[in-house]
């Protein structure tokens, strides 16, 4: 069995300041971590993707995530966030290899001028 | 053009109501999904295809048809719509190399929103 938890539903940050979307998992199995991005009226797109190779995984767009195996952790961050990052975020896990995704609720990004 | 076309992309219908939701993909990829998404619950796995004839049940087919008319066509039928089947619902489709998928790869289309009062 395998689930994610997505800490905050919603983040609000201004325009040049770092953001951090929380994600802690649960996985019986060695996990598959994913972050997908959905903008408004468009479907969700992969950002970035963790399958046991280096911990810290960049991404598109200036994101990155680093998963902590001993904190049950794939929190995603990027340095400066920029107004185009103001989307809804998802945190997926699935047992390595397999097809059956497990999505987070989601966190929505506000970002402020 | 998209990679993944779903249609419509809006659909208002009434209880009761037969209603047909089509995706068609030119990404070659063998492996088709239908997902539901519902604020504050992510998305849910509807219905999963890994060729023409292979379909299976996801976690939430109750209420759900599909039909995998051809490899690059997997449509999303509710032979009876009910309120509770308004969501947004989202066609996806991956890549699976021999017996092993690259997992968690999925690429989307934009959606159907469907309200069934």
């Known amino acids: 069995a395998q689930s994610v938890t997505q800490l905050d539903s919603h983040v609000s940050v201004s325009e040049g300041t770092p953001v951090l979307l929380r994600c802690n998992y649960s996985s019986s199995y060695s996990p598959s971590l994913f972050w997908y991005v959905q903008h408004p009226n468009k479907g969700l797109q992969l950002l970035l993707k963790?399958?046991?190779?280096?911990?810290l995984v960049k991404g598109i767009n200036g994101f990155e995530a680093e998963f902590k195996k001993s904190e049950t952790s794939f929190h995603l961050t990027k340095p400066s966030a920029h107004m185009s990052d103001a989307a809804e975020y998802f945190c997926?896990?699935?047992?390595?290899?397999?097809?059956?995704?497990?999505f987070g609720a989601g966190t929505t990004v506000t970002v402020r001028a | 053009d998209a990679d993944v076309t779903q249609t419509p992309r809006n659909r208002i219908t009434k209880t009761g109501k037969r209603i047909m939701l089509e995706c068609s993909q030119t990404?070659?990829?063998?492996?088709m999904y239908w997902y539901r998404q519902d604020p504050g619950l992510g998305l849910r796995l509807i219905y999963y295809?890994?060729?023409?004839?292979?379909?299976n049940k996801g976690e939430i087919s109750d209420g759900y048809s599909v039909s995998r008319q051809a490899q690059a066509k997997f449509s999303l039928s509710l032979e009876s719509a009910i309120p509770n089947q308004t969501a947004l619902y989202f066609c996806?489709?991956?890549?699976?190399?021999?017996?092993?998928?690259?997992?968690?790869?999925?690429?989307f289309g934009e959606g159907s929103r469907l309200t069934v009062l």
């Open positions: 295809s890994f060729d023409v004839k292979d379909i």
């Open positions: 996806a489709t991956s890549r699976g190399t021999g017996g092993r998928v690259v997992a968690g790869e999925l690429f």
């Open positions: 990404k070659g990829h063998d492996r």
């Open positions: 963790y399958t046991s190779a280096a911990t």
């Open positions: 997926v896990v699935s047992a390595r290899g397999d097809y059956k995704l497990s």
